[in-house]
């Protein structure tokens, strides 16, 4: 359940960035797109949250929420997997550039969503 919160702490941090500087954050998806690593990293790290997802979704105050998000991280991990690296990298390009001005919205949508999870770790 820590992991959930540590989660959902991250993807706060984010959302604050999304919402205070879009721009920076749509240039942090490009520069982290360009790194050798990026692929594995997003493969692995998705499907290592989402088993954890699933896993500990019991433990948790929605249960059946966080199922459902450990299936949609080990999904996308897996579907990630099969993609080949040039094709990731060029979809990340795209959705940086495509979507900078909507980050601000979509930071702000997502705060909520963010303290949501931690919330629903139940660690207090």
């Given at each position: 359940m ?6 959902g ?20 998806i ?52 099969c993609?080949p690296?040039s ?19 979509i ?18």
């Amino acid at each position: 359940m820590y992991f959930i919160a540590a989660f959902g702490l991250l993807m706060l941090l984010f959302s604050l960035v999304m919402v205070i500087r879009p721009a920076a954050f749509a240039n942090g998806i490009i520069a982290f797109s360009e790194r050798p690593y990026f692929h594995i990293v997003e493969v692995v790290s998705r499907i290592i949250a989402g088993v954890i997802f699933i896993r500990y979704c019991a433990d948790t105050r929605f249960p059946q929420l966080i199922l459902v998000i450990g299936i949609v991280l080990l999904c996308v991990g897996i579907g990630l997997a099969c993609t080949p690296p040039s094709q990731h990298r060029k979809f990340a390009l795209w959705s940086a550039q495509q979507f900078k001005n909507q980050f601000r919205l979509i930071g702000v949508v997502s705060v909520p969503l963010s303290l949501l999870l931690i919330y629903a770790a139940d660690v207090v």
